[in-house]
């Protein structure tokens, strides 16, 4: 059962990489067959765009990390073992989702703003966040092994 989870998020992990290559591909074939203008970073579109990509870095990347955090938590007192994998799948899938969805937007923006070094800084913050989500079976066994109540938290 645990190998079956962790199959299927690695299906929407890699699914992120796709989609972030995929995203920048087409971005950067937009500019290089004259589509699409480069954006100027200085401009009100350009802001609006850095703005929001920012933004979507500094809301996501966080929640999604204590989100899954939480839910899990909670998941590592349940005793059906069925409805813990289930709920740990949904906390790990909305967790990969949310970390990494920075990528896909700041990919595109990079290349659609002229290789603005910026939007590329931003990018790197969600693959490294990305590249923690990673599945693998000893973190989901780490993740949902109860806490013990006399061990002391920092």
Known sequence: MEKNIIKSLNLY???????????????????????????DPMSMLGQVLQYAVIFDALLTIP??????????TKLAELTDE???????????????????????????????MGAYQ???WITAVSAIGWYFTKPSEGKLQAELQPKDPNQENY
Do not use: E, H, W
Request: hydrophobic share 50%; with cysteine; aromatic share 12%.
């Open 13 to 39: 992990y890699y699914g992120v990489l796709i989609l972030t290559l995929i995203s920048g591909t087409l971005a950067y074939f937009l500019i290089i067959k004259d589509i699409v203008q480069p954006i």
């Open 63 to 72: 929640a999604g990390l204590y989100l899954c955090k939480r839910q899990c």
């Open 82 to 112: 069925t409805s813990k994998l289930a709920g740990y799948k949904r906390a790990a899938t909305l967790r990969i989702l949310l970390v990494s969805n920075t990528m896909i937007f700041g990919i595109a923006v990079f290349y659609l």
């Open 118 to 120: 910026s939007m590329l």
